[in-house]
């Protein structure tokens, strides 16, 4: 099992729709995902068109001492599927609870533990922020996967994420950034270019081998799936954005292979 923390604490940089379509690649694969939305605007939630009773959220299983299957909702398509434990608005209340709690960046890991052995792979789209419930998500993960709008504000804040797994692998030696996924890019935009050539400046400065994906361009299609409420894959299967998020699962999944050898 991977987990994969998708976090940049700039807004607007497409966390949620990498980590919501690089669970509907996944399971195309045939692996078994769980995707788990950490952020209090929930948009991962609605744009998997979920709707559940305000009980069966991810702040229960932070807070209330739920147990992971009492909050997971199971998205079907058709033939497949994947399971969500979807996000809440009072999250900003959890967030606030934990902390003043003594290990509250380890409360997520340890409530996942009853699952542990279930999935292939658990996604956690993080909030835009680095607060303690993205820290839990660092803390849970094994891999973090940084997706960066490329412009220069978005290239600016990458360094933050950097230094924030750098400090919590003091609690989880296991976690580093594998992977920076540029979005929203315009290959016909000079700036776009500088800022891809940056990302792959700086990532071979940083250990670990940092893998910089190909750019997912801006596609109008993927707002039209987020419309409909499903995975691009679902909505256009042979768009650009769609093989690019394919090809992005396909190296993940190589990867954790080849970790597991």
Known sequence: MKRIAVANQKGGVGKTTVALNLAAELDDLGFRVLAIDLDRQCNLTSGLGINVPPERTVYQLLIDGAQPDQVIT???RGARGFDVIPGSPSLN???ALLMTETLRETRL???????????????????????????NAIVAADWVLVPVETNQWAYDAIRDVHQMVNKLQK???RVK????V??????RVGHHNAVLEALRELAQTWPGGVAVHEPIAYSARVVEASSKRVPLRDYDRGSA????????????AQAAREASV
């Open 74 to 76: 199971r998205l079907d």
């Open 93 to 95: 209340v959890a967030e």
């Open 109 to 135: 890991a340890e409530c996942l533990e009853p699952v542990a052995g279930k999935y292939d792979f658990i996604l956690f789209d993080c909030a835009p922020s680095l607060g303690v419930i993205t820290m």
């Open 171 to 173: 609690i989880n030696p």
């Open 177 to 180: 950034i594998t992977d920076i």
């Open 182 to 187: 540029p979005t929203v890019y315009d290959r």
């Open 241 to 252: 954005a769609a093989d690019a998020f394919e090809r992005l699962a396909g190296r993940l």
